[in-house]
């Protein structure tokens, strides 16, 4: 067994730390560690805090820790930044507030920023997760700036993603609208002290209601998606439909973390839907989906290396061939299909 796995399998917080750095940098030799780790995961509950940069997620989340602490559970938190390159502010930000926690061995806090672009954020972050499951932490926090793709990825890596937001954001909402909304099982209103929060969750409500309206209607793309998705057994065995709808209503909770008010109310709105999930057999259905984003955040990353690699023993390094299309020297539909079917030959 690998030194380095079996430390973080006994809990070791440095050894942890050492192969979440391995994993970052997208070095080879986490791949055999991640191996040997994996046979032991899939027990954390998975809790995703998404919103905009300034909304008050690392407050919130800091406030969580706590409650979730008196509660008695091992935590494992992850900061994904990707608009904190390296030291960033927001990263030392984190650090300091989250500093309470700095002692208690309970709690292991660590910052993910992107270094290598090209997708690796999310494959690092799943990684990450599973180290943190591994060492036997009973939930793992994951805050992530919601903005991108990348970041809609990690959220469907949670069992329960919080979206917070904060009032007089209208545009955030538009923002929320276009992706991170149907991810959303909690709404956070935070800096609830601040002028509109009412507001902000009356227009959240109106969105939510507007959101069902439509699924309500015939031919609902989303509502066949959703079924479509559910474990399915074939037709005929398939237990009729239950009279009353078991859909999760996501509930929108105001706070103001700065002052610890309303988080009592977030972390009795996660058990609800952690129960919920477990009771409608959903829990399963999000960790398929989770595995198959890790699993193609792995199989994309893991694809990419080979391909470019290749590309660059070939003809030269990327920017090389980027400036080499701009001239029109290089056909890049070409260059990929080559590439593609090299990959697919061996
Ligand atoms: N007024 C007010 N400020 C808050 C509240 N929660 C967080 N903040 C402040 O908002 C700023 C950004 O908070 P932070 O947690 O770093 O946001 P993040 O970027 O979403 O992680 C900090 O100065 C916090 O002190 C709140 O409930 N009310
Ligand atoms: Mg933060």
Not at 27 to 34: D, K, Q, R
Not at 102 to 131: K, P, Y
Not at 170 to 196: C, H, M, P, R, S
Not at 249 to 255: A, N
């Amino acid at each position: 067994m690998t030194t380095l796995a079996a430390r973080v399998l006994s809990g070791e917080v440095r050894a942890a730390s050492r192969l979440m750095r391995h994993v970052e940098d997208g070095e080879p030799s986490a791949v055999a560690e991640l191996q040997t780790l994996f046979p032991h995961t899939g027990r954390a509950y998975v809790i995703g805090v998404t919103g905009s940069p300034g909304a008050g997620k690392s407050t919130l989340t800091d406030r969580l820790l706590a409650g979730l602490r008196r509660q008695g559970r091992t935590l494992g938190v992850l900061c994904v930044d990707p608009t904190s390159p390296f030291t960033g502010g927001a990263i030392l930000g984190d650090r300091i507030r989250m500093q309470d926690h700095a002692t208690d061995d309970g709690v292991f806090i660590r910052s993910l920023a992107t270094r290598g672009a090209l997708g690796g954020l999310s494959r690092a972050t799943g990684d990450c997760i599973r180290i943190l499951d591994a060492m036997g932490r009973d939930v793992v926090v994951v805050e992530t700036v919601g903005v991108g793709q990348d970041e809609i990825d990690v959220a469907q890596m949670a069992h329960t993603t919080l979206v917070v937001t904060v009032p007089g954001m209208g545009d955030d909402i538009q923002a929320i609208k276009a992706g991170i909304l149907e991810v959303a099982d909690v709404f956070v209103v935070n800096k609830a002290d601040l002028d509109g929060a009412d507001r902000t969750v009356r227009e959240l409500r109106q969105m939510l209601e507007l959101r069902h309206a439509v699924r309500g209607q015939a031919g609902d793309h989303d509502a066949r998606h959703r079924r479509a998705r559910a474990p399915s057994a074939p037709p005929d065995q398939r237990p009729p439909e239950p009279a009353g709808p078991r859909e999760w209503e996501p509930p929108i909770l105001k706070t103001v973390a700065t002052r610890d008010q309303g988080v009592q109310e977030v972390l009795a709105a996660v058990e609800q839907h952690r129960r919920f999930l477990d009771e409608t057999g959903q829990r399963s259905v999000r960790e398929r989906a989770r595995a198959k984003m890790q699993f193609v955040a792995l199989l994309r990353e893991r694809l990419l290396r080979e391909a470019l690699g290749r590309l660059e023993r070939e003809r030269g390094r990327l920017e090389e061939v980027a400036a080499a299309i701009v001239d029109h020297e290089a056909d890049p539909y070409a260059l990929a299909e080559a590439l593609a079917r090299q990959l697919a030959e061996e």
